[in-house]
């Protein structure tokens, strides 16, 4: 499968195991000239931005590379541009985690609460 079309399936798998766990999406694909947060979703007093990995024929050491220090401070700062745009949410708790989908010896959907924080 093209590796755009792969990454797509695997956002859209890992929104409809967002939304299976009461989880509300807010967006999709929410780019700023920061970067890009794939999924920004809400579930109870927070709001969570979630990196989706597809790793059909990864492992732990490639998800650590692709979610390196550069990776996460391009996501911090995305999601401050949200956060200042969209004020509605500033009384929200903030959560940054990780879904990895198809990943060899993990489940389908792999979902990493708190992955990382913007102190890494």
Known sequence: MHKKACGAAGEQKASDFLESK??????RNWRTRYGEIDIIA????????????????????????????????????????????????????????????DMPDFESVYHIENAFSEYV
């Not at 009461?22 to 967006?27: G, L, N, S, T």
């Not at 709001?47 to 220090?69: C, D, R, W």
């Not at 004020?87 to 940054?96: D, L, S, T, V």
Request: net charge positive; aromatic share 12%.
């Open 22 to 27: 009461d989880y509300r999406i807010i967006f």
């Open 42 to 101: 809400e579930t109870g007093d927070t709001i969570v931005f979630a990196e989706v990995k597809t790793l059909p024929s990864g492992n732990i050491q490639t998800l650590e590379k692709e979610l390196g220090h550069l990776k996460q401070k391009r996501i911090v700062e995305t999601a401050k541009c949200f956060l200042s745009k969209y004020r509605q949410y500033n009384c929200k708790y903030i959560r940054f985690d990780v879904l990895v989908v």
